[in-house]
């Protein structure tokens, strides 16, 4: 999937995804989110796996 500048993603709690660049193409990324409450005993972010250079470069499918 491809983003024009100025373009708003919305990111539901809990729905699992990535983002970066390519080589050809850069990519700015600003992250707005409502931090937990000060009694809660959860992480904000939970961070999946790092992939490979050749994982990255694969053909992927957007999940559905």
């Known amino acids: 999937m ?3 500048p100025g373009e708003t993603v919305t990111c539901p709690p809990g ?3 990535w983002h ?3 080589e050809e ?3 700015q990324h600003l992250a707005l989110w409502e931090g937990t409450a000060p009694d809660e ?3 904000e972010t939970t961070w ?3 992939i ?3 994982q990255y470069r ?3 499918t957007r999940a559905r």
Do not use: K, Q, W
Request: proline residues 8%.
């Open 2 to 4: 491809r983003f024009y």
């Open 41 to 43: 005993d959860r992480p």
């Open 52 to 54: 490979t250079d050749e």
């Open 48 to 50: 999946l796996e790092h």
């Open 20 to 22: 970066g660049a390519t």
């Open 58 to 60: 694969s053909p992927r």
């Open 25 to 27: 193409h850069f990519m």
């Open 15 to 17: 729905e699992e995804h």
